[in-house]
T-cell receptor
């Protein structure tokens, strides 16, 4: 019954590897997001998709590539992982993207790059 | 200057106390305001939206002062279960949520 789910929950990998994180929502929302929460707890938006179209693309290295195969899924692929990529990555979804639309967050993926 | 600034705390209060958190934001074009709650090692969850006239939800009261670019959250009759990090969140003109780094609250028995 989880509304927004992410896999894996934990990911430990070495520098230089390529990894993917998957996100699915069963709320029927049309907008999905990826956020990064670093060690200082700042939560920052990375990408947003509305109806499978990219609408927000923050200043994120090209090594990060989101992909939305359908409205219910938004995956994040990361190439050539670096130490600084270690963080918690949260997926979120909302119905529409305008003001006062609550965003529902997934449980997070804790990525550790060694 | 950070876009959304909060006192990191922690605020350590006894059960039953009243506690207030403040937040300032730098972008005067910000259009919507929220308080989210994040428990340790969990995802953020919406606590309440903040409306211009101020609003209340049970023990929680939120206030917005657009002129001063200031948002507050008041928690009355604190419960142990209120222990968490409270995130001040502002939506900018392009509908992006900008999060503060959070204020940590510890409610002790």
């Amino acid at each position: 019954d989880t509304a927004v789910s992410q896999t894996p929950k934990y990911l430990v990998t070495q520098m230089g590897n390529d990894k993917s994180i998957k996100c699915e929502q069963n709320l029927g929302h049309d907008t999905m997001y990826w956020y990064k929460q670093d060690s200082k707890k700042f939560l920052k938006i990375m990408f947003s998709y509305n109806n499978k179209e990219l609408i927000i693309n923050e200043t994120v290295p090209n090594r990060f590539s989101p992909k939305s195969p359908d409205k219910a899924h938004l995956n994040l692929h990361i190439n050539s992982l670096e130490l600084g990529d270690s963080a918690v990555y949260f997926c979120a979804s909302s119905q529409g993207q305008t003001s006062h639309r609550e965003q529902y967050f997934g449980p997070g993926t804790r990525l550790t790059v060694t | 200057r950070k876009e959304v600034e909060q006192d990191p705390g922690p605020f350590n209060v006894p059960e039953g106390a009243t506690v207030a958190f403040n937040c300032t934001y730098s972008n005067s074009a910000s259009q919507s305001f929220f308080w989210y709650r994040q428990d340790c090692r969990k995802e953020p969850k919406l606590l309440m939206s903040v409306y211009s006239s101020g609003n209340e939800d049970g023990r929680f009261t939120a206030q917005l002062n657009r002129a001063s670019q200031y948002i507050s959250l008041l928690i009355r009759d604190s419960k142990l279960s209120d222990s968490a990090t409270y995130l001040c969140v502002v939506m900018d003109s392009s509908y992006k949520l900008i999060f503060g780094s959070g204020t940590r609250l510890l409610v002790r028995p």
